[in-house]
C-alpha cells in the first residue's frame, strides 16, 4: 500500500511533503492516515494575499490544519513582502518563491546559496 510505502521511506530517513494542497483531488481523510511530514499549500492560496492584512479563511483553515495535525507548512510561490509578512505572522516556517530566488542550475545555486550558510569558525584554542 502507499502507506506502507511511505513508512518505509521515513525509516530510511526520508521525509515526505504532499504537494500542491488544496488543488485538484485530495482526500482530508489521506492527511489523517498516511505519514507525512510537509503540508506545501499550494500558490493559489498565496496569490490570495493582496495584503498583510488581508482576510483568508480558506488559507488560514489549511494553516490551521496543517498545526492540528502536526504537520510543517511551506508556501509555494512567494512573489511578495506583504506574502512574507503575513506568512510570518501566521508562523509558516518555510517559504518558496520569485521573492527568494528563480530557479536555477545547480552550479548557480551553490554559488548563491554557499555565502548564505558560511559561518565563522569558533576560536581555536
Not at 500558490?43 to 488559507?59: E, Q
Not at 492540528?68 to 509578512?85: M, S
Request: one cysteine or more.
Amino acid at each position: 500500500t502507499v502507506s506502507a510505502k511511505l513508512h518505509e521511506l521515513r525509516q530510511k530517513g526520508c521525509q515526505v511533503a504532499v504537494d500542491d494542497f488544496g488543488t485538484g483531488y485530495c482526500s482530508l481523510s489521506l492527511l489523517q492516515s498516511l505519514p507525512v511530514d510537509y503540508l506545501k499549500i499550494d500558490k493559489i492560496f498565496i496569490d490570495s494575499l493582496t495584503s498583510a492584512d488581508v482576510d483568508t479563511p480558506v488559507l488560514d483553515t489549511i494553516v490551521g490544519l496543517s498545526r492540528r495535525l502536526n504537520l510543517t507548512t511551506i508556501a509555494e510561490g512567494v512573489t511578495a513582502a506583504h506574502q512574507v509578512d503575513w506568512l510570518i505572522k501566521n508562523q509558516v516556517p518555510y517559504v518558496q518563491g520569485y521573492y527568494y530566488g528563480r530557479p536555477m542550475p545547480a552550479a548557480d545555486f551553490y554559488r548563491w546559496y554557499s555565502p548564505l550558510c558560511m559561518h565563522k569558525a569558533p576560536p581555536g584554542p
